[in-house]
């Protein structure tokens, strides 16, 4: 299965990532959290916001290159203050 998902640096509160991957998701922030992806290595450690699961490769890298466009540029900074604003009142 294939999973598209979002993190926020807790380094830099202004750096999000958006990633693809077939690992299990904790493994694969694991990763990120170790610097072992050169894209994000700078800016860890970082905590897993938001995924979604695929059956699609295909469907799977669309999805990734919304969330990296314009419009889902927009969509990544709703997911972020909405996490952030639950987690501030115990979500």
């Known amino acids: 299965m294939y999973k598209v998902y979002l993190l926020h640096s807790l ?3 202004g750096m999000s990532y958006v990633g693809l991957t077939i690992k299990e998701i904790d493994k694969r ?7 072992l992806s050169q894209y994000t290595k700078t800016f860890k450690p970082w905590r897993l916001v ?5 059956y699609c490769r295909t ?3 669309k999805r990734e290159q919304f969330l990296k ?3 889902g540029y ?3 900074k709703h997911l ?4 952030n604003s639950s987690l ?4």
């Open 11 to 13: 380094k830099d509160t």
């Open 29 to 35: 922030v694991e990763e990120h959290n170790k610097g």
């Open 50 to 54: 938001y995924y979604e699961l695929f």
């Open 59 to 61: 469907c799977a890298e």
């Open 69 to 71: 466009s314009g419009v």
């Open 74 to 76: 927009q969509l990544r």
């Open 80 to 83: 972020l203050t909405f996490k």
């Open 88 to 91: 501030k009142n115990g979500g």
